[in-house]
């Protein structure tokens, strides 16, 4: 029975991938459940060979075999001369494509930790349906829920394809074996959806490690650059507009009507150094350079020999005019105390 | 001075926020009292040198009968030179000192005139009223020259207007005969 042979080899994947791991080739240290498997599988083969071989026509005369003569013709399946082409074939076909080939190597197992089975669910998510005996790799790890649901899966489709019988030529066992080793999409959309799930989660739980938490609350900083603010904006009231209590008494200050008093006072005292020129030069001077002193923004106008004109200006452009012939009342109402002899 | 540098590398802007702000605010308080005290300092210190070049120029008059002699602003005359400062002769900070003299005039009385000698059976002159002479007077001033206003000010309320007055950026006193 090849095809119970091969499902009986491909349910026990983990024993063989142990003695990979063990870093010795399958080839040289095959267990015996396998050595019998084989030997199973060559004698399913012969049997089926047979069968093929009574099909393939009533024409066909078998060799009379004697049993006493000494050249009786044995069928070695290992030797290279095969008494058939649809023989060698077949068993050429079938063990290359149940993977008797031992000394293929495998890849490595991938370590086994906490993210093995994920990685390898995803792996397979990718390579959906690829029955290639070298994606070992992505193979289920033993033990694993998905390698148990697997193996519980193929068990009922194996017993099935062996319950119909051997093919009846090549190409119907060649279908028949790659029908067997056919393991079907390997994943669902549904599982496809859990492992997207699951991937999701894990990364958010990585990314939760360095996220950082945003307080919508007002820190220390914003509250002292608050404050900052407040107290900027209270220096600037106080120096602007500044409170009673803390501003002091203003200085002393020159009102319209003090500074008109106090340029007479100074066109007053001009004419004086004036008249005084006269007295000693008997005439007037021609300008106020000829007189020892003079006060600044005092205006000199000489009109005749005897009369002259002391100007001045206040701030808002209004002419102040001392008349020497006949000087106004504001001048007689000065009197200071320079003014009268000692 | 570690702990200083150690505290200035633990603070972060805001905290240096709240420090410059904090000054600010101080300074906002006490900026206008600091320059009120400044003020009256600088009034006072210019009343004390016009009063002290009004009593030194009155002993000099005393002594050698006349005013000492006039000089240009912030220039000390040979008469007052001890009065000058460490910043010049009569410059200090924020106004500058003067002295000067001025000339007044005074009406005085003149003698009559007998004029010419009366015939006998003449009639008697007419009497004439007195007769006023301009004379001229010298007087002493003291000036500050000044572009703060204030300052200015401060002195005309101080020494009155009947002996000063402003004009410009000067303020002047004359200083009476007798004080």
Redesign the interface.
């Known amino acids: 029975m090849p095809g119970e042979a091969l499902a009986r080899k491909k349910k026990k994947p983990a024993s063989r991938r142990k003695g990979k791991r063990s870093g010795k080739k399958a080839s040289n240290k095959v267990p015996p459940e396998a050595t019998e498997t084989e030997a199973e599988a060559s004698a399913g083969l012969t049997e089926s060979a047979d069968a093929a071989v009574d099909e393939m026509g009533a024409d066909y005369e078998a060799p009379v075999i004697d049993l006493d003569a000494d050249d009786i013709p044995v069928i070695d399946l290992d030797v290279d001369e095969a008494p058939d082409d649809a023989v060698e074939k077949l068993i050429a076909e079938t063990l290359a494509t149940a993977g008797v080939d031992d000394d293929a190597p495998e890849p490595d197992e991938p370590v086994i930790d906490l993210d093995a089975s994920l990685d390898a669910d995803i792996g397979d998510a990718g390579e959906a349906a690829t029955p290639d005996a070298e994606a070992a790799p992505n193979e289920p790890v033993e033990g694993s829920p998905r390698a148990t649901a697997e193996a519980a899966t193929d068990q009922p489709v194996i017993a099935e394809r062996s319950a119909g019988g051997a093919p009846q030529d090549a190409e119907a066992a060649e279908a028949a074996i790659r029908a067997l080793i056919d393991l079907g999409p390997t994943s669902s959309p549904e599982v496809r959806d859990r492992l997207l799930a699951e991937t999701l989660a894990h990364a958010e739980h990585h990314d939760a490690r360095y996220r950082v938490p945003f307080s919508q609350a007002p820190t220390a900083g914003r509250w002292k650059a608050l404050l900052a603010l407040v107290v900027v904006l209270v220096a600037g009231a106080v120096a602007t507009v500044p409170p009673r209590w803390a501003r002091p008494d203003p200085p002393a200050q020159l009102g319209p009507a003090e500074r008109a008093s106090n340029l007479r006072l100074a066109l007053l005292l001009q004419a004086q150094q004036v008249e005084a020129f006269r007295v000693r030069v008997q005439r007037l001077p021609a300008s106020l350079d000829e007189v020892t002193q003079t006060l600044p923004g005092v205006r000199y106008v000489r009109s005749g020999s005897r009369a002259y004109q002391l100007i001045a200006y206040e701030a808002n452009g209004n002419a102040i005019v001392y008349d020497s012939t006949s000087p106004t009342p504001p001048f007689g109402t000065l009197a200071p105390n320079w003014a009268f002899p000692p | 001075m570690t702990r200083f540098w150690k505290l200035i590398r633990g603070a972060?802007?805001?905290?240096v926020?709240?420090v410059?702000?904090?000054f600010?605010?101080l300074?906002?308080?006490l900026?206008?009292?600091w320059s009120?005290?400044a003020?009256r300092a600088r009034?006072a210190s210019a009343i004390a040198d016009v009063d002290a070049i009004g009593s030194a120029a009155r002993a000099s008059r005393t002594l050698q009968g006349r005013w000492p002699t006039?000089a240009a602003p912030g220039v000390a005359p040979p008469e007052l030179s001890g009065l000058a400062g460490p910043e010049g002769p009569f410059a200090r900070p924020g106004y500058t000192l003067a002295w000067?003299?001025?000339?007044?005039?005074?009406?005085?009385e003149a003698p009559p005139d007998p004029g010419p000698p009366a015939a006998p059976g003449d009639a008697p002159q007419e009497t004439a009223g007195p007769r006023m002479l301009?004379?001229?007077?010298a007087?002493g001033a003291v000036g500050v020259h000044s572009g703060e206003?204030?300052?200015?000010?401060?002195l005309?309320?101080h020494y009155g207007?009947?002996?000063s007055?402003?004009?410009?950026?000067?303020w002047?006193l004359?200083?009476?005969?007798?004080s």
Not at chain 2, 12 to 15: K, L, P, Y
Not at chain 2, 149 to 154: H, K, N, P
């Open positions: 972060t802007i805001a905290d926020s709240v410059l702000a904090t600010a605010l300074a906002a308080f900026y206008p009292t009120a005290r003020f009034v006039a000067t003299t001025w000339e007044v005039i005074d009406s005085v301009p004379v001229p007077r007087v206003e204030s300052l200015l000010a401060e005309l309320e207007m009947e002996a007055f402003v004009v410009d950026t000067v002047l004359v200083l009476p005969e007798r």
